[in-house]
């Protein structure tokens, strides 16, 4: 028997071609397109009075300049409501270019078309846009004031309340021996790809077809949104992702008005048309992630058992909502981690404010909910003078209570169920891996060298890989090399090793033999898309299907072949053959010959395959009723409900005294996806999931000011982290097999970002010895927290007032 | 963020450079290492009509050391400077500011002198030719002149480079005595434009007694910032010395303004601690040097 590739640390076999400059991204396609750029708004909320294009007109290689009311058809209307909830009752979109009015900086207004960017640019320049102002709404406390709207038919700039309860929340919390308040609050990040967006169309005009490339995180959804948009057959318009430089969500969001524009534009031009974002654009004018204020109270025992939990979200949606509400869902809902909440009740409103448009960022809601989830548990522990580790465990829910109902409704609508975790388990092994119990000796001995060091911890659980639906198609070509195609698409995460690795096994050939392709509707039309660390489990499980049909048709063949029973088959090494004698024997590329009856005699196999004849029943039609020619099989995976992994993370901080520098001395990982697919692949995505975890509580913000303009729109004031700020990963595994899915698999791809914020609080809170309650935190505010506290301003811990000893003087 | 367009001038010798300055005057900028012009231009912030690209002009790449300092022409890359061993001998200080400038891949393109005519009151080795009192050598078609640091840099990203002229050189002179440097910074990001910085000379008599402690600031002050800070330690040997009390006199002439990274508060308490660990450490640095080497 060949060795397992499931479960082995395999290298990416995509790697070699993408670190050599040999992929082929958005931008490097194209090549005698015409290019766009955009006049976008620099004014946060205002009403457009006039557009002057007259001085734009003789730029050189100018082809055309469109505004909204050059719009046709159904582009000229507002963008889709991507995911309609009934909480969300005041939904809104922008029109592909604005229409009268502008609601933050960045919303495109002009499309520019030229046979070059640079000169599109030049163009752009000349264009004058005349404004009246509006006052902008900015902030979630201005938002929430309701003083004036983003939407002037929106009150109160409440896009969707919500509410969720189980039990009596209020009522436990009242009668609860131990209560506690916190006001929490955290700012916006972004994605951040290292490609930002982009979009290249081409018209053809005899075939009435368009074909897209677009750097997104879902082809199909893309291909519906052009077909709706621009009134076409679906079966007239491809779309096609290239080699994508990066998504973490922002590239789900379909169809960017840019996906729209380009395409209409080809049309209308009967040319190569292609926009390719730059990094102020992506900073402006596509997604953000996180803001939010929280407040929660807790009611609890004094063994630190939560018994009623109480949460308000103010949630930052900016300008508009076309990803609908997804990401304070899963807050509300992924904020109870593996813990009891007893009486619980989540009531969040999302609001609009003149900025960019909020959207799933990797984590998706889950690192604010955990942000107040742990901060909760750190702050219930000091209140009790318990060790903070116990209290989680107090409230963990217990292995044998899986599967584990919470009685909420979960991002996809169905229930809130936990399938499966050994949280106790998880638990024991950080605090082993992090020496959680002998810190207080690695403080002490900080302390005697005049270091402030601390150390935190946080844990959450993470719905992953939820439906509806993923397909998979698997082909035998005669030569018994292996075709794969899936609908979603790939931005990074190493696919083509992953569901090659899955085929080999099911299938039973060499793993090189195997290429897949994702993210191209020519070959898979039905799929929904890379996100919500749902690929691994969705089309890794309809591959595996899929194959498992191949396997089961290609055995039935041999053995009509071979004249054996397909029971007593196997397949090696590509190679049918009799289990008790390998002699007997047929190459899998020669049942792939004798899968189709029309016989060309084109290569070796279907030469070879004419010694075994094969029936020729004249009675009987070639292909079988219930048949189809060739060795290929299509599945899909729709699972009941989301598989949930889980994971803790102890990072240990140092403070430094005098500058409030702060340095991540170590960061710990527990990681529990399941059955691992690829070691190696799983904990890359732990890697960099941390550093982005990392940059979301120490580095990374978007700095707003009160006039809507992002003062820091450039990688040189976005403090994206460089390799020397991320400090190295301890990872350690647990599996527990999700029994939802074949492969007893379960979502990686967003659980190193996740407890980043709350971990990192946790440590500092700890070494400074006062709460922490805003996230992210830079020394300069550090700074002047040591500042409030040793004004008396900010209480300390209770642990400090135990005992002082053991603790800095601010 | 494309840039507009511009001519481009690529003159093979200093002469021809000059010659393309002149005749453009205002509208030509000199293009060196281009770490900061491009994305300048990417931005659309300047449109320039004309570059002047000087990165042929192999004449200017040199770093040339002599008793007196050290002169870096306008095409040595920062990395060029930074390894150059006689250059770090003679002026330590040219090093311990370099490897705080960028990342290596920057150091590698961006020039020294470059840095220097972009003028920003951030960049490490305006404060360094600040404290060593070195200055720039400017030419023009049938001129040349030599600008002292303290007239050079005229406000932030402004120097006192005239249209028509390129500085095709920096002096960095050597420190006399027993005189020992240091540069230290905090900055967001390893290699990123610092909240504060602190370059720091200290002289030390033969009793190794301070005689003479100065320190350069980086982004706290409109142009590079050198403050005498002597009259707090003098007559004091580096162990007893009160460092403390010289950054409290330097925080009095200190007035740093706020950004988005840091409070002015907070920058001029980074001012603080910045001062007294750098005196700290140029004494040290000072106390081993040896007097003979550094005499001019
Ligand atoms: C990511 C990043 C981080 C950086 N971090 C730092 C940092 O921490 N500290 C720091 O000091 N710098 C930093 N820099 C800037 C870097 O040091 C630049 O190289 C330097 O400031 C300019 O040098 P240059 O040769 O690239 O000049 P260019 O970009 O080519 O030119 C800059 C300006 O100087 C003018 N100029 C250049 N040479 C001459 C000359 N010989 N005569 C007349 N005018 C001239 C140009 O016309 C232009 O106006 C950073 C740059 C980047 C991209």
């Known amino acids: 028997m060949t060795e397992r590739m499931i479960g082995a640390p395999v290298p990416r076999t995509e790697d070699a071609r993408l670190v050599t400059g040999r992929g082929h991204y958005l931008d490097d396609l194209g090549a005698g397109a015409y290019e766009v750029a955009f006049v976008r708004s620099p004014h946060a909320h205002a009403r457009i009075t006039s557009i002057d294009v007259e001085a734009a007109l003789d730029t050189e290689g100018l082809v055309a300049v469109y505004l909204y009311e050059d719009l046709t058809g159904k582009v000229a209307e507002p963008l889709p409501l991507l995911i309609p909830h009934p909480a969300l009752t005041h939904g809104r979109t922008a029109y592909p270019l604005a229409k009268d009015v502008v609601r933050h900086v960045g919303e495109a207004i002009v499309m520019v078309v030229a046979t070059d960017r640079y000169r599109a640019e030049d163009a752009c320049e000349r264009i004058t846009v005349e404004y009246e102002f509006l006052p902008p709404v900015v902030g979630i406390d201005k938002a929430a004031g309701g003083e004036h709207l983003v939407h002037a038919d929106v009150p109160g700039n409440v896009a969707a309340h ?35 967006r982009g979009v290249l169309a ?28 621009l009134e076409l057959p679906l079966d007239r318009v491809e779309v096609i992702t290239p080699d994508v430089g990066g998504g973490f969500g922002v590239k789900i969001v379909h169809p960017w008005p840019e996906e729209v524009l380009v395409p209409w534009a080809a049309r209308l031009l009967g040319h190569e048309v292609k926009w390719t974002e730059d990094r102020r654009e992506h900073f402006v004018s596509s997604a953000h992630e996180r803001g939010q204020l929280q407040t929660v109270r807790v009611g609890f025992d004094d063994e630190g058992r939560v018994l009623g939990l109480d949460v308000e979200i103010l949630h930052d949606n900016g300008a508009y909502t076309p990803y609908g509400i997804i990401v304070p869902i899963i807050t509300s809902t992924q904020l109870l981690g593996p813990y009891k909440p007893g009486a619980y009740r989540v009531d969040f409103r999302s609001l609009y404010t003149n900025t960019v448009i909020v959207t799933p960022y990797r984590g998706a809601g889950r690192p604010q909910g955990v942000f107040a989830m742990e901060r909760t548990m750190d702050a219930i522990a000091d209140h009790l003078g318990r060790d903070r580790a116990d209290v989680r465990a107090a409230n963990f829910i217990q292995p044998h209570e899986m599967p584990y109902d919470h009685g909420l409704l979960f991002q996809d609508g169905r229930p809130l169920i936990y399938d499966s975790g050994d949280f106790p388990a998880s638990l024991d092994k950080l605090k082993k891996l992090v020496g959680w119990d002998d810190f207080e000796v690695f403080r002490a001995q900080a302390r005697a060298e005049g270091r402030r060091v601390g150390i935190g911890i946080g844990c959450y659980v993470e719905g992953t890989g939820v439906g509806p639906y993923e397909g998979g198609h698997v082909q035998v070509e005669t030569s018994g090399k292996v075709n794969v195609a899936t609908g979603l698409t790939s931005q990074g995460q190493g696919h083509q090793t992953a569901f090659a690795q899955v085929v080999a096994d099911e299938l039973g050939v060499p793993f090189e033999d195997v290429s897949v392709t994702t993210g191209d509707t020519r070959r898979f039309g039905y799929a929904v ?67 189709n009856p029309l016989r060309y005699a084109f290569d070796d196999a279907s030469k070879a395959a004419t010694q075994f004849g094969g029936n020729a029943d004249p009675s009987r039609p070639p292909v079988a009723e219930d048949d189809e020619p060739g060795l290929e099989g299509r599945d899909f995976y729709s699972p009941p409900r989301a598989t949930f992994a889980n994971g803790m993370h102890a990072a240990i901080v140092e403070t430094d005294p005098e500058t409030a520098e702060i340095r991540v001395l170590r960061y710990c990982v527990i990681h529990d996806c399941g059955h691992l697919l690829n070691p190696l692949i799983v904990e890359g995505q732990v890697h960099g999931g941390v550093a982005q975890g990392v940059a979301g509580a120490l580095y990374e913000r978007m700095e707003y000011d009160e006039n809507g303009q992002l003062l820091n729109a450039s990688f040189m004031d976005f403090l994206m982290p460089y390799a020397s700020e991320v400090p190295s990963v301890e990872i350690d595994h647990l599996e527990t097999p999700s029994p939802l899915n074949p492969l007893g698999i379960k979502g990686a791809g967003e659980a190193g970002v996740i407890p980043g914020a709350a971990v990192l609080a946790s440590a500092i809170e700890d070494a400074e010895g006062f709460p922490i309650t805003r996230m992210p935190i830079q020394p300069s505010e550090l700074f002047h927290l040591r500042r409030r506290h040793a004004a008396g301003e900010i209480p300390p811990l209770r642990r400090v007032r135990t005992a002082p000893e053991e603790f800095p003087t601010a | 963020m494309k840039p507009p367009a511009f001519k481009y001038h690529a003159p093979a010798s200093l002469a021809e450079a000059l010659d393309a300055l002149d005749a453009v005057g205002h509208d030509g900028k000199v293009l060196a290492g281009g770490q900061s012009l491009i994305p300048i231009l990417n931005m659309r912030l300047a449109a320039p009509a004309h570059l002047v690209d000087i990165n042929r002009l192999s004449e200017l790449a040199y770093v040339r050391t002599e008793p007196g300092g050290v002169t870096v022409g306008a095409l040595a890359r920062h990395a060029d400077v930074e390894r150059d061993a006689d250059a770090y001998a003679a002026v330590p200080l ?20 470059g840095s220097l005519a972009h003028a920003d009151p951030s960049g490490e080795m305006t404060a360094v030719l600040a404290l060593l009192g070195g200055s720039v050598d400017l030419v023009r078609k049938g001129a040349s002149r030599t600008v002292g640091a303290e007239d050079f840099f005229a406000g932030p990203l402004e120097s006192c480079i005239e249209p028509g002229e390129m500085a095709v050189s920096a002096y960095f002179p050597r420190l006399a005595g027993r005189t020992g440097t240091e540069f230290v910074e905090a900055a967001r990001r390893h290699g990123d434009y610092a909240m504060c910085g602190v370059a720091a000379a200290v002289t030390l008599d033969d009793d190794l007694r301070v005689t003479r402690a100065r320190a350069a600031y980086l982004s706290v002050s409109p142009v590079p910032l050198v403050l005498d800070l002597t009259e707090a330690v003098h007559g004091a040997t580096p162990a007893t010395a009160r460092w403390a009390d010289a950054a409290a006199l330097a925080v009095l002439s200190i007035e740093p303004e706020p950004d988005i990274h840091a409070t002015a508060e907070y920058r001029a308490h980074l001012a603080r601690v910045l001062t007294e660990r750098a005196l700290r450490a140029a004494a040290q640095r000072a106390t081993s040097t040896d007097v003979e080497r550094t005499s001019r």
């Open chain 1, 162 to 196: 919500m509410v969720q309860e189980v039990g009596d929340a209020p009522a436990a919390i009242a009668a609860a021996p131990n209560r506690l308040e916190l006001q929490l609050d955290i700012e916006r990040s972004a994605c951040m790809p290292m490609e930002g």
């Open chain 2, 94 to 113: 040219l090093r311990q500011g370099l490897r705080l400038v960028a990342h290596p891949v920057i150091r590698n393109r961006g020039t020294t002198v």
């Open chain 1, 529 to 595: 898309g890379t996100f919500a660390s749902r690929a691994a489990v969705m089309s890794g499980n309809a591959i595996a299907l899929a194959a498992r049909k191949v396997r089961e048709k290609a055995l039935r063949i041999a053995g009509e072949a071979l004249g054996a029973d397909p029971g007593d088959l196997e397949i090696v090494d590509g190679v049918v053959r009799v289990k008790d004698d390998h002699s007997s024997a047929i190459p899998l590329g020669t049942v792939a010959v004798l899968s």
């Open chain 1, 202 to 229: 081409r018209w053809d005009e005899a075939d009435a077809s368009m074909r897209v490339y677009t750097s997104t995180q879902t082809s199909t959804g893309v291909r519906a949104a052009v077909a709706a948009k």
